[in-house]
């Protein structure tokens, strides 16, 4: 009874404390130019393609969905990157983390409000260019329908690509932090290499560890439905969730491990 009690309150404490530092990180998110200016060379794009799809030979339709959802992902991991990044460091270069952390604040509550303030960013950024996409694809008649399923797996990845810059910023400066981010969510990209590249590598180690780099190492194309949408092309239902799953499922273990890091991370 005496340790049911005494657990009892401290969730609505975790609770928020998590909340307090996401809503603070929100809103710090917010004010922040780079933010402001990647937005607007977004919807620059998407607004943009309206043209190029009239210069461009082929389906203008196709070019606009194109040319939009690849802006949507393109500078939805800008931001993810460079925002993510400076996050952590910002408030260690600045000493504020020691306040913070005197308080009674654990670590990895400080990393999941971090993370969860950039998930709203991040949530906003992507409602407001597809809400721009929409609109411009609604003027010309087209259906949009077909765009939901690649618009929710895009702000998976970037949950992802996200989760990667806070582990990285939670033990090297933005420079290396931004480059390890990059580099993971190019590699992401071209895991289907590793079926390739083992067919070529002699037997026994080399194969086993192309094996193992492309189970360990994120695939990011399960997330990327962009060319099924682009052609008209439905996005069966299982397929969707399982993606869906596997990219959060993936960007919460990172979490966790980023959580783990900055845990034992000395601030002396």
Request: charged share 15%; aromatic share 8%.
């Amino acid at each position: 009874m005496t340790a049911t009690a005494e657990a009892a309150p401290r969730r609505p404490r975790v609770t928020a404390a998590v909340g307090a530092i996401a809503l603070n990180t929100f809103r710090e998110a917010v004010r922040d130019r780079i933010l402001y200016l990647l937005l607007a060379f977004a919807l620059l794009m998407i607004v943009s393609s309206r043209v190029l799809s009239m210069l461009t030979v082929g389906d203008e339709g196709k070019i606009i969905k194109d040319l939009g959802l690849s802006s949507i992902s393109i500078f939805g991991v800008l931001t993810s990157v460079f925002v993510g990044v400076s996050l952590v460091f910002k408030e260690i270069d600045k000493r504020t983390v020691y306040t913070l952390l005197a308080n009674p604040v654990r670590r990895w509550q400080f990393v999941v409000g971090k993370f969860a303030g950039l998930a709203l960013v991040l949530l906003m950024n992507v409602v407001l260019m597809s809400a721009a996409l929409v609109a411009l694809l609604l003027a010309r008649g087209d259906t949009v329908l077909r765009l939901v399923p690649a618009i929710v797996l895009i702000y998976v990845e970037l949950l992802l690509v996200t989760a990667f810059a806070f582990l990285f910023s939670s033990f090297a400066n933005p420079i290396l932090s931004a480059i390890g981010t990059v580099a993971t969510y190019v590699v992401g990209h071209l895991s289907w290499s590793f079926e390739l590249l083992k067919d070529r590598v002699p037997e026994g180690a080399p194969r086993v560890l192309c094996d193992v780099l492309h189970a360990a190492l994120p695939n990011l194309d399960r997330l990327d439905v962009k060319a099924r949408v682009v052609h008209d092309l439905a996005v069966p239902g299982p397929f969707l969730g399982w993606a869906a799953l596997y990219g959060v499922s993936y960007a919460l273990a990172v979490l966790v491990v980023a959580c783990v890091v900055f845990e034992r991370r000395d601030f002396n």
